[in-house]
């Protein structure tokens, strides 16, 4: 079955104490995206990737990084994860050319305490 | 900058009634336009699109016409039912290129 998958699923943390969130395709997809989605602000773009070591900032990376060592995974790491960093954030993927549909992961609700 | 605008939420009706929910949108060059859905506890699932003018995107009952001259893409369904209850984005894409800029999204309660 085609998907993208999230570890994990809710996560409860403290201010300062680094930590990741995982996503994985099965799709073969060249992109991914990492967004965050807030009470009246829809969803934002926090990273993308085009392709294998290819990242790039979206909207709002400000405390955030990524990796893409392999087409299949993209991490996002807090390196010291902060209250308003409290959010629900989704890892979606795509074929890379034209506007085709972005599949998306169930999200991972992460509290920050 | 591009952006989405949709009308706020939430959107109350009983089953069977007539669903319209609007969207408006701001950007250069000409968008690709979707309609995304996302149910309790889940990710979003694309609804339905259209890549140019008057072009209409249909799914599920859904459909959404794209307006250049008003950039409008408004969600409309005839007949809703209690399992069309969910949240439903907004979103467009610009330039060929994949990443898509979203509405706040609007909620859609739907009554027996």
């Known amino acids: 079955e085609a998907q993208v998958t999230q570890n994990p699923r809710y996560l409860i943390t403290v201010t300062g104490k680094k930590l990741t969130v995982t996503c994985s395709q099965n799709m073969n997809h060249e992109y991914m995206s990492w967004y965050r989605q807030d009470p009246g602000l829809g969803l934002r773009q926090i990273y993308y990737s085009m392709n294998v070591e290819v990242t790039d900032k979206g909207d709002v990376p400000e405390g955030y990084k990524v990796s893409r060592k392999e087409k299949r995974n993209f991490p996002l790491i807090l390196e010291s994860p902060s209250p308003n960093q409290t959010s629900l954030y989704f890892c979606a993927s795509s074929a890379k050319l034209g506007y085709n549909e972005q599949f998306f992961g169930p999200g991972t609700r992460l509290t920050v305490l | 900058g591009d952006s989405v605008t949709q009308m706020e939420g939430p959107v109350t009706l009983s089953e069977e009634a007539f669903l319209t929910i609007n969207c408006t949108y701001t950007?250069?060059?000409?968008?690709?336009l979707f309609w995304y859905v996302q149910y309790p506890g889940e990710g979003l699932q694309l609804l339905l699109k259209a890549t140019k003018a008057d072009d209409k995107g249909s799914n599920k009952g859904f459909e959404a016409t794209y307006r250049k001259e008003t950039t409008s893409f408004h969600l409309e369904k005839g007949s809703v039912q209690v399992s069309d209850s969910a949240v439903y984005f907004c979103a467009l894409s610009s330039g060929g290129f994949q990443k898509l800029v979203f509405g706040t999204g609007t909620r859609l309660l739907v009554s027996p």
């Open positions: 950007a250069t060059g000409y968008p690709s």
